[in-house]
């Protein structure tokens, strides 16, 4: 891969996923939603590195594919995408400890195919996607300690599918 890294093959995920977001749960990836070719998912499930398999985990409230996820807290916040039927705001937060999903409070516009960082462990920030009539340059941000998602200033332009990478600090 490169930078002294290198890749392995590690087994084949329960249901085939397209569009699908993946993170890691440390030391395990989670991977939520995605498209299996017919239909929108709300599977999740988790590679469990130690033992080089893969466990399914509770169902998302939603179907979603093209959705954006991060770390945050003690696990995993995935927002927006599509349930086959129309972009979403939504956004769901997966407790490893507890195993459990729950609600969170919607983010200010639906967005499929966003880009999502964590900025920190208790601040992630949501950036573009589509909200099914145009693109987007708009950003917003969740902060634990806050109540709901706050606007952040826009992007010089729009984009859809892009990628979000936290540098440096």
Do not use: Y
């Not at 329960?14 to 239909?39: F, H, K, Y």
């Amino acid at each position: 891969i490169g930078l002294g890294m290198t890749s392995k093959a590690i087994g084949r995920a329960a249901e085939t996923t397209q569009s699908c977001v993946a993170r890691l749960l440390q030391p395990n990836l989670c991977i939520v939603g995605g498209m299996d070719g017919v239909q929108c998912l709300h599977s999740a499930e988790v590679f469990d590195a130690a033992s080089s398999s893969w466990q399914p985990l509770p169902a998302l409230a939603e179907r979603r594919w093209g959705a954006a996820a991060a770390m945050f807290g003690t696990g995993v916040l995935i927002t927006g995408g599509h349930n086959g039927i129309r972009n979403l705001k939504s956004a769901e937060f997966f407790d490893a400890d507890l195993s459990t999903w729950t609600p969170l409070p919607s983010m200010l516009e639906s967005r499929g195919g966003a880009a999502a960082a964590a900025l920190s462990r208790s601040t992630v920030v949501v950036c573009g996607g589509f909200d099914g009539t145009q693109r987007l340059n708009t950003v917003e941000q969740l902060h634990a300690s806050r109540t709901g998602w706050e606007p952040l200033p826009p992007m010089n332009e729009c984009r859809q599918n892009s990628a979000a990478a936290v540098v440096g600090g």
